[in-house]
């Protein structure tokens, strides 16, 4: 093979695992989207319509993005931190959502 190729395929690597077109907001806001996708017409279900929740935070991973989302599930007795739920969900760099609690 030539070195031309090994190089190339190195710098395409490296740019993947960059990934400089997904941004943090884009990261975030994907992952609340798709949890409230995927649990809008289960009754009872979760969501991330509480105070303090959504995504809490994220941070950029080789080839994507980790977030952490806060969210509320069923009837709480109130809404306070100590009844939300956390998951963690990989953004990969194609966009699609990982991880993430299904019903």
Not at 67 to 89: Q, S
Request: charged content about 15%; glycine content about 10%.
């Amino acid at each position: 093979m030539d070195k031309k190729w090994i190089y190339a395929i190195i710098i395409i690597i490296g740019l993947l695992a960059w990934s400089p077109w997904l941004t943090q907001t884009f990261a975030k806001n994907r992952t609340v989207a798709e949890f409230n996708k995927s649990w809008e017409y289960v009754a009872d279900g979760c969501g991330t319509y509480c105070n303090g929740c959504g995504a809490i935070s994220s941070r950029r991973v080789p080839f994507g993005f980790l977030v952490t989302l806060e969210y509320g599930c069923g009837m709480i007795p109130e809404d306070t931190p100590e009844y939300h739920e956390r998951g963690i969900a990989f953004i990969s760099i194609f966009g699609t959502v990982h991880g993430l609690p299904k019903p």
